[in-house]
T-cell receptor, first 113, second 110 residues
């Protein structure tokens, strides 16, 4: 399995509070992604990074920001959490060298009350 | 990326081969077929991918028709641990995101 960890694995928070989710990889892969998964919507890309300090928006980026100061860490921040951001969040990585396959982390289940 | 169509659910007896079909009739010449699966409450797991030729790895085989409009994922000897939702995805290899459709819920039964 790809060396990807996510923290926390579970979090319950209240509307209006800031939340930061962390994705950590040990594969030295260049590309990292944040997805959310909701019933009836499948996986949807929030943001992705193609290098340190290089990020771009995905299809559902409103209300989210990201940062990548080191190759191994990709942070997803909800500046002011809302109930619509209750979801399971997955981080993924890819090398984009010999293969473009994306490998996923175990996920973070976030509940916003 | 081209859309895919998969059956909603399938059953398979333990120890038998599981054949999961996928239709991608609008696939373009530079689009790859990827298969992932997701076991309950876990992150999606990469299985296999291919462009034109059939592919095999330690997990599964991928059979792509000559016109590339459909493919079949084969799990040669299904086990109870293969119970999962299987997603067929068609994408340009250098694309930035994966688009997961509804997938096929495979139930492996004793």
């Amino acid at each position: 399995d790809a060396g990807i960890t996510q923290s926390p694995r579970h979090k319950v928070t209240e509307t209006g509070t800031p939340v930061t989710l962390r994705c950590h990889q040990t594969e030295n892969h260049r590309y990292m992604y944040w997805y959310r998964q909701d019933p009836g919507h499948g996986l949807r890309l929030i943001h992705y990074s193609y290098g340190v300090k290089d990020t771009d928006k995905g299809e559902v980026s409103d209300g989210y920001s990201v940062s990548r100061s080191k190759t191994e860490d990709f942070l997803l921040t909800l500046e002011s959490a809302t109930s619509s951001q209750t979801s399971v969040y997955f981080c993924a990585i890819s090398a984009r060298g010999s293969t473009d396959t994306q490998y996923f982390g175990p996920g973070t289940r976030l509940t916003v009350l | 990326d081209a859309k895919t169509t998969q059956p909603t659910s399938m059953d398979c007896a333990e120890g038998r081969a599981a054949n999961l079909p996928c239709n991608h009739s609008t696939i373009s010449g530079n689009e790859y077929v990827y298969w992932y699966r997701q076991i309950h409450s876990q992150g999606p797991q990469y299985i296999i991918h291919g462009l034109k030729n059939n592919e095999t790895n330690e997990m599964a085989s991928l059979i792509i028709t000559e016109d590339r409009k459909s493919s079949t994922l084969i799990l040669p000897h299904a086990t109870l641990r293969d119970t999962a939702v299987y997603y067929c995805i068609v994408r340009v290899r250098a694309g930035n995101m994966l688009t997961f459709g509804g997938g096929t819920r495979l139930m492996v039964k004793p």
